[in-house]
């Protein structure tokens, strides 16, 4: 394995940078898409059900599935990669489009009242005081999204879009474990290296108000 | 003082003053304005208030709290520093030891210390305190009734008080309202207050003095 993984480092180093770059783009999106979403959410509670509702809907449709149903579409199925962080980015915005909403729904009371109150408009209350105090949970809503779509982003390989998945599905055609493991391990130690690297953010934010 | 039992009227009536809840029918004047005619950020940086759960922003230090309105109000720094220091050393906190701390390192009693130290903040001229002190343990809670009485005779502000303790209004208060179910039943000073015939205000006068028993004997 190893001297599979030695004759192989520029490929593996290729594909990985591949990859990073599927799930950077994608993880980009769905924050600046998710997060506004799920602010719009704490503002239109009407909008709930039918926002998050969607979301599920996607969730529940398997991702090779997602992948193989978006590729006729004019605009996104012409290159493979815009395919494919379409189609993560949807994966990735239902927690956290769900976390923002949950953590501002989350601030007390008695808080945003004092608040208001004060005198702060709506901007100075979501900026001063419902984003710092929900920090830590959308944070916590990213890295669960972001995890998830390191491990989805191996399928995009099936549609030719690149990244690790290109080891497991050569590997899996070749009946060969050193080929899978070459793109398994570096995509398990990538969403390990992300999940520490958030879950010590999300740990620095709760302690910034104890 | 709004006097009255839970659910008659008085933290609306208290709410209606800063345009948190808004009247379905008449008006209600701040300085001769109608609170629909303020601009409503503008009315509400111009009146103080300070609840019983505080409150208070939980990421923010003692300082960054109190110097919340003035902040807004884009006061210049040094002014604001002045302001913190002198406003924490009215309600007995000195600022070189609480300044830095944050809501979540403080008792009880010195939260709401700090949720009337902010509600002074901008030196409004008008406060509203809902029921300022009710989460207190008793001792606490004199000690600061106290406290509030003397810096009230000094700042001489306008203070429309929440509270349900009778005791309290009789203390505080130049003037008693009673509130009964959603209505006004009347204004008292507190001289009145204790000596009128009218069936409520006894009531009242009465579980206070029921309180009041054993030092008579």
Redesign the interface.
């Known amino acids: 394995m190893l001297e599979f993984f030695a004759a192989h480092k520029r490929e593996i180093a290729t594909l990985t940078g591949e990859h990073l770059w599927l799930v950077g783009i994608s993880m980009l999106l769905a924050i600046a898409v998710g997060i506004p979403l799920g602010i719009l959410l704490t503002r239109r509670p009407g909008w709930k059900t039918a926002v998050l509702g969607s979301n599920s809907v996607i969730q529940t449709i398997p991702g090779l599935a997602l992948f193989g149903l978006l590729l006729p579409l004019p605009w996104l199925g012409a290159r493979a990669d815009r395919l494919a962080i379409f189609a993560l980015t949807l994966y990735a915005l239902l927690p956290i489009i769900q976390n923002t909403y949950v953590g501002i729904s989350g601030v007390a009371a008695p808080v945003r009242e004092a608040a208001v109150a004060m005198g702060l408009t709506n901007r100075q209350l979501l900026w001063q005081v419902e984003l710092p105090l929900a920090a830590n949970v959308i944070v916590a809503g990213v890295r669960v999204a972001t995890v998830f779509v390191i491990g989805l982003a191996t399928i995009a390989a099936a549609i030719g879009a690149g990244g690790l998945g290109e080891f497991i599905f050569r590997g899996l055609a070749m009946v060969n474990n050193d080929v899978i493991l070459a793109g398994a391990i570096p995509a398990a130690l990538m969403a390990l290296i992300a999940d520490g690297m958030l879950a010590l953010l999300q740990r620095r934010l709760t302690r910034a108000h104890h | 003082m709004l006097l009255g039992p839970s659910g008659s009227g008085k933290t609306t009536t208290l709410k209606l003053i800063?345009g948190?809840l808004t009247a379905s029918a008449g008006r209600v004047l701040v300085e001769g304005r109608s609170v629909a005619e303020w601009d409503i950020?503008?009315?509400?940086?111009h009146?103080g208030?300070a609840?019983q759960?505080?409150?208070?922003?939980?990421?923010?230090t003692v300082e960054k709290n109190v110097a919340?309105?003035p902040r807004?109000e884009r006061w210049p720094e040094e002014k604001i520093h002045k302001r913190v220091q002198e406003v924490l050393q009215m309600v007995g906190l000195p600022a070189a030891e609480f300044a830095s701390r944050?809501p979540?390192?403080l008792s009880g009693g010195q939260r709401q210390r700090v949720g009337l130290a902010?509600a002074l903040g901008a030196d409004p001229p008008i406060l509203?305190m809902d029921e300022p002190f009710g989460a207190l343990d008793p001792l606490t809670r004199a000690e600061l009734q106290k406290e509030f009485k003397r810096l009230q005779q000094r700042l001489r502000k306008t203070v429309v008080f929440v509270t349900h303790d009778v005791s309290e209004a009789l203390l505080l208060g130049n003037r008693i309202a009673l509130m009964e179910s959603g209505s006004l039943h009347g204004v008292y000073t507190p001289q009145e207050f204790v000596t009128k015939p009218d069936a409520l205000v006894r009531r009242y006068v009465e579980a206070f003095q029921a309180t009041q028993h054993i030092f008579q004997t």
């Not at chain 2, 950020?41 to 940086?45: A, G, Q, S």
């Not at chain 2, 759960?53 to 923010?60: A, S, T």
């Open positions: 800063n948190l950020t503008e009315l509400r940086r009146i208030y609840i759960e505080v409150g208070l922003f939980p990421h923010y919340l309105v807004l944050y979540d390192e902010r509203l």
